[in-house]
């Protein structure tokens, strides 16, 4: 209880250098999905509550501050459509973007 460490800590808990902030990108890419753009569940990081809090607070900061994270939809898109990979029943979906 306290500082003492016991059993097997989080992997934020276990490195004092870690320090979860807004502008730390790199760390908050780790637990971010680079296809759906979601935050990773704390049960398939091994993150605990109190630090996957810390984390979505300062997802949720770094979002607002304008910083991009999610996998750019149109580009993708324009990717297939380029090279012929959608059907043709769905390119008229994308045609909106």
């Known amino acids: ?7 097997n800590p989080c992997p934020v808990c276990r490195d004092p250098n870690i320090i979860i902030h807004h502008q730390n990108v ?5 637990f971010i ?3 759906t753009g ?3 569940d704390p049960t398939l ?3 605990c509550m109190k630090q ?3 984390l979505n607070e300062a997802i949720d900061k ?10 750019s939809m149109k580009l993708c898109i324009k990717y297939f459509r380029n090279h012929g990979t959608i059907w043709p029943q769905f390119s008229n979906i994308f045609n909106c973007l």
């Open 62 to 71: 770094a979002r607002d501050d304008g910083m991009k994270f999610e996998a």
């Open 45 to 47: 990081t091994g993150v």
């Open 1 to 7: 209880r306290g500082d003492k460490i016991c059993g």
């Open 52 to 54: 996957q809090k810390k």
């Open 26 to 30: 790199k760390l908050l890419q780790q």
């Open 38 to 40: 979601m935050v990773y």
């Open 33 to 35: 999905s680079p296809h």
